[in-house]
């Protein structure tokens, strides 16, 4: 199977969603710890205005869903996963964080879509619905991820800018040309 390239497919299937699952052995006292140093670390900063990153107020001491050890999630908008993933990947210390998208499927989410800092954990995904008739949304009230409300660039001037860039790394070295199809 080929990856899609057609702009407006790749476009309208863009994640504007995300988890991530901090994890910790539950009967660690040391990582509990640092799970919760971290999590109010993110409530702190979220606050203060570095991201939007909204940790569910449970914090689960012991196995739930697929997850197979405590652990506390972090909903993201895709307009902060940058800034979440790089403060988490800097931050996590010895935890593990589990990482995947939200969308109609998912079992495919934490299967094949997911991706981990630290350690990987086998995850019980009997638990998850295969496909959901909607996306899974949450704080829609922020207007962000998949309630924004944001102009979004059209079709042309997103191709205005591919040129542009084309253009402006013509003479690097070092940069793949793409192809002239």
């Known amino acids: 199977m080929s990856p899609p390239t057609d702009v407006k497919e790749v476009v309208d299937s863009e994640i504007k969603e995300w988890h991530f699952h901090i994890y910790f052995h539950q009967r660690n006292a040391d990582e509990h710890h640092a799970a919760l140093e971290l999590?109010?670390?993110?409530?702190?900063?979220?606050?203060?205005?570095?991201f939007v990153a909204v940790p569910l107020f449970r914090?689960?001491?012991?196995?739930i869903g697929p997850h197979p050890v405590g652990s506390y999630e972090i909903w993201c908008p895709s307009e902060s996963f940058a800034a979440v993933y790089s403060y988490l990947c800097l931050n996590r210390g010895n935890l593990s964080v589990l990482i995947h998208?939200?969308?109609r499927e998912q079992r495919k989410d934490h299967e094949i879509r997911h991706a981990w800092l630290g350690p990987s954990f086998p995850l019980d995904l009997s638990t998850l619905p295969v496909r959901s008739d909607e996306i899974p949304l949450q704080y829609s009230s922020?207007?962000?991820?998949?309630?924004s409300t944001a102009a979004k660039l059209t079709l042309e001037e997103r191709k205005r800018l591919g040129a542009n860039v084309e253009h402006i790394l013509k003479n690097e070295k070092e940069a793949a040309k793409a192809p002239s199809d």
């Open 39 to 50: 999590r109010d670390a993110v409530l702190r900063l979220r606050r203060d205005g570095a």
């Open 59 to 63: 914090v689960n001491t012991d196995p």
């Open 101 to 103: 998208p939200l969308t």
């Open 142 to 147: 922020l207007k962000l991820g998949y309630s």
